[in-house]
């Protein structure tokens, strides 16, 4: 459980207690409902990390609905994108294991994060992180209802993969910009899950088809 699901429920039943002791205890029951909603809504779980050599994962749980080919600081790169609804898990990890080489975060509108032009125009923090031999950008992107986005490491650090890194709050959406010849793993209409999907194989480290059906996990990442 996110802490900030404790900080909500407690603010809400107090509220409900207080409703129920001005009014009556029906007056309370809708922010006791409020108070689950965000018990369940910042929910946590452990997640199987995946160890095949040059595996990308999923920073985020939700759909796939766009992989297309994009133009980033003039490098040709493979982006695919995740939508998060409000029933999705909002804690994100980092797709691979590496050092945070840069975070950009940019003030911007709250589009819709199903609409294209959230990527470039919505509020948003791009972590760029190096390791195996590779460079990945992710953005968290944040959607209609989203308002805060959290990001709790530095430039510097060193991450492992699907290690929880931080998370935005109600729905939003998550970019990957990939090097162009990665082997994608996904396609849109995919739903997969923060940490334990597979969105693509590192060029640099080739996996044959029988290596990625039977993949080795390891449990869980702090």
């Known amino acids: 459980m996110v ?63 766009d992989v297309s080919p994009v133009l980033a600081d003039g490098i040709q790169r493979i982006r695919i994108s995740i939508f998060l609804s409000v029933f999705d898990v909002h804690v994100n990890r980092s797709p691979l294991a590496g050092v945070i080489r840069d975070i950009r975060y940019q003030k911007g509108k709250y589009l819709n994060a199903m609409n294209p032009a959230s990527a470039e125009h919505n509020e948003q923090n791009a972590v760029t992180v190096e390791g195996d031999g590779q460079v990945i950008i992710f953005k968290q992107i944040a959607g209609l209802l989203a308002r805060r986005i959290v990001f709790n490491r530095k430039i510097g650090d060193h991450v492992e993969r699907g290690e929880r890194v931080g998370l935005i709050k109600f729905g939003s959406r998550v970019d990957v910009l ?45």
């Open 178 to 222: 990939l090097n162009a010849a990665a082997a994608m793993q996904v396609k849109i209409g995919d739903r997969v899950k923060g940490g334990a999907s597979i969105l693509a194989y590192s060029p640099e480290k080739p996996i044959s088809n029988s290596t990625v059906g039977s993949e080795a996990v390891r449990q869980g990442a702090l």
């Open 3 to 65: 802490l900030d699901g404790y900080y909500y429920a407690i603010a809400l039943i107090g509220v409900a207690v207080l409703m129920a002791w001005l009014a009556s205890p029906v007056w309370g029951l809708p922010a006791c409902l409020l108070a689950i909603f965000f018990l369940w809504f910042f929910r946590d779980p452990q997640r199987a990390i995946p160890d095949s050599p040059g595996a990308i994962v999923s920073p985020a749980d939700g759909k796939v609905t």
